[in-house]
């Protein structure tokens, strides 16, 4: 040796052999963890709100039960896809609640107005959420930005902000449930509703406030008079009645007073034409009886005095009774001369 030493046989003879050793151990060591990774890529699990699809040489499958699963390792690829129900916004941000430009819209009467929608989706095909199109949500909101601005368009600005919010949302969903169901890239829209809608300068709204102000005080006036009207129309409902009931009393009391005029004349009249002279002089007397009491007869002499004839009130209803049973006896003397 260079150095001077002498070599050591015996530990020239055991290097080779602890060379093997060492060998087989690091090849048991790269086998471990061979067999490690192969055994950590044999499973995956899927959680409830998941679904996974498998891919064996480019050809997808769904697995959608959830729970532990094997693979084939190196050979099968497994990628998880969420189904929960998700959502974006449309109008406005979520972070900080601004409004973004994509709000701004214009109605049928040609006005600008700020509306902000949400819409809620979720995946239903994994296969096809992956594998149809790049970016599907990306997709929907193209859709849904389209059929929000085509329905928008149609409706003027009074109902968009006021009574038409429902029937929007109705007609924007059916175009954007058609226009998927059209497009197949595996996302289902569960609901879109609009969050808000405002026009798009202070002066605008104001003028918007003012004009709702307007429509309110309008149907506060219908109502009052509505509410005066179903409380006067019963009252003059009542008061007719009450005036026909009236009216058809007083009819039928003067037809049941005439009917009794014409029995009374024809009573009357069957008695003057049997005794026509007595029926004549009692007639007259009964007439006198009725006229004179109310009579009043006053004489005015030369000299300017006065002096009341009629009525006689000293003796009159003193001589009634006579004066009755003279016309009665004079009625029967002239019946009697009749005869």
Do not use: W
């Not at 959502?87 to 700020?114: K, P, Q, R």
């Not at 990306?138 to 329905?151: D, H, P």
């Not at 005015?300 to 009774?321: H, I, K, Q, R, Y």
Request: hydrophobic share 35%; proline share 4%; aromatic share 8%.
């Amino acid at each position: 040796m260079f150095n001077g030493r002498k070599a050591n046989p015996g530990k020239m003879e055991n290097f080779p052999g602890k060379m093997k050793k060492t060998t087989t151990i690091v090849k048991i060591i790269i086998v471990a963890l061979l067999l490690f990774i192969v055994a950590g890529n044999c499973y995956y699990t899927i959680q409830e709100e998941e679904q996974a699809v498998v891919c064996t040489f480019g050809s997808p499958k769904a697995v959608t039960t959830p729970g532990l699963h094997f693979k084939i390792p190196f050979i099968q690829s497994v990628t998880k896809v969420n189904t929960t129900i998700k959502g974006f916004s449309i109008g406005y941000t979520l972070e900080d609640e601004g409004v973004v430009d994509d709000a701004m819209m214009i109605t049928s009467d040609y006005n600008f107005i700020n509306v902000d929608f949400y819409v809620a989706y979720r995946v239903i095909d994994p296969v096809k959420a992956l594998y149809a199109s790049e970016d599907p949500v990306e997709i929907l909101k193209n859709i849904a930005q389209n059929c929000i601005r085509t329905t928008i368009g149609s409706y003027t600005v009074d109902s968009v902000l006021t009574t038409g919010k429902n029937e929007i949302q109705a007609n924007i969903t059916q175009m954007i449930l058609e226009k998927l169901e059209s497009y197949d890239i595996g996302i289902q829209l569960i609901n879109i509703t609009i969050q808000d809608a405002e026009p798009p300068t202070e002066e605008v709204s104001n003028a918007f406030k003012e004009v709702e102000t307007a429509k309110q005080g309008k149907e506060t006036a219908l109502n009052n008079a509505n509410k005066y009207r179903n409380e006067q129309i019963p009252k003059a409902e009542a008061k007719s009645d009450q005036i026909l009931q009236n009216a058809e009393a007083t009819k039928q009391e003067r037809i049941n007073e005439a009917n009794g005029q014409v029995a009374r004349f024809n009573s009357m009249y069957e008695e003057y034409v049997k005794y026509p002279e007595v029926t004549k002089k009692r007639m007259f007397y009964e007439a006198m009886e009725n006229v004179l009491p109310d009579v009043k007869v006053v004489i005015e002499s030369a000299n300017g005095t006065t002096s009341t004839v009629l009525p006689l009130d000293s003796f009159v209803s003193e001589s009634n009774s006579s004066m009755n049973d003279d016309t009665a006896q004079a009625a029967d003397d002239a019946a009697t001369e009749e005869e």
